[in-house]
């Protein structure tokens, strides 16, 4: 992205970057809360997602978008794996939608949980890096139980 980001003006038009929609990683996240930020049901959600991975999506959909490296406010980690940020221009300057199919943010996220799962970086993972089901840890006390 060439231009300097500012604050945001409702002079600005919607072919300003500063108008153009943010989506972070944990929007589209099954392993966050909707405390955490995900804004979609967990059931149609991706599992860790990463921007590299929107931004391979969205490109060749033919949206103008933008990668910027930031954290989203709300994840405890400050690790480099959990930076990046899209945004997404999805509108023309006179408010109408670049493309019919892409004209609110929820269709942008929904069309990234549709095809992210479909990349091959997704589907030719080797045994070892995939999704592992959470061992449930056996909580034993060990107290004196009943002695008064």
């Known amino acids: 992205m060439a231009s300097m980001v500012t604050s945001w003006s409702p002079d600005k038009k919607h072919t300003d970057v500063e108008r153009w929609i943010c989506i972070y990683p944990a929007y589209i996240n099954c392993k966050k809360t909707l ?3 995900r804004r979609l049901p967990k059931s149609i959600c991706v599992e860790n997602p990463t921007y590299q991975e929107m931004r391979d999506v969205l490109l060749p959909s ?3 978008i933008g ?3 930031k954290l989203y406010p709300r994840e405890r980690s400050k690790e480099i794996l959990y ?3 899209l945004r997404v221009e999805i509108k023309n300057d006179d408010g109408t939608p670049i493309k019919p199919e892409f004209s609110t943010r929820e269709d942008v996220m929904k069309y990234l949980v549709d095809t992210i799962p479909k990349l ?3 589907q030719n993972r080797p045994a070892e890096q995939q999704p592992q089901p959470a061992l ?3 909580n034993k006390s060990k107290g004196k ?3 008064r």
């Open 35 to 37: 405390a955490e930020g």
């Open 62 to 64: 033919g949206l103008h």
């Open 67 to 69: 990668v910027e490296n």
């Open 83 to 85: 930076r990046g940020r």
């Open 120 to 122: 091959k970086t997704r």
């Open 136 to 138: 449930q840890a056996v």
């Open 145 to 147: 139980k009943g002695r």
